[in-house]
């Protein structure tokens, strides 16, 4: 909370918390890299994601994943950044610490993945309603 008004003006949606050398977790939501066709996300030491999770489990359908501490400067090297909580979803990074990840576009695993989470949630959405679709 301390940093809200510094990720205001910085347009940040998270704060990634780190002890110098190795990122831990997003102040809001869980997170992961891709680096060369892997996803790799730490899973001790953090707070549990139940929606990281999720995503950890589609994305084993697709690709490598490796669960493991992640450095500093694998995050900034990473091929691909996302995020992952229960009131966004799926949120593929583009930049962040004013560094491009990647090109700074929306990489290929992450499209992969954000199509195939979406759809893995409305399966989950529509197996909850018994099958009928409701309004809110």
């Excluded at 139940?50 to 697709?62: D, F, L, N, P």
């Excluded at 490598?64 to 691909?80: C, F, G, K, N, S």
Aim: charged share 20%; aromatic share 4%.
């Amino acid at each position: 909370m301390r940093l809200a008004p510094a990720m205001r003006a910085a347009s940040a949606i998270d704060v990634v918390n780190h002890g110098g050398v190795h990122a831990a977790e997003c102040a809001r939501s869980a997170f992961a890299i891709v680096q060369d066709g892997t996803l790799v996300m730490r899973r001790e030491g953090v707070l549990a994601s139940v929606s990281m999770a999720q995503v950890v489990a589609v994305a084993r359908e697709r690709m490598p994943v490796e669960e493991r501490a992640i450095t500093l400067e694998e995050l900034h090297a990473a091929d691909e950044v996302l995020t992952s909580g229960a009131a966004r979803g799926l949120v593929p990074i583009v930049a962040f610490d004013d560094r491009l990840v990647g090109d700074g576009t929306v990489g290929p695993h992450a499209r992969v993945l954000f199509a195939a989470f979406a759809a893995h949630v409305d399966r989950y959405e529509t197996a909850l309603r018994g099958g009928a679709a409701t309004g809110v």
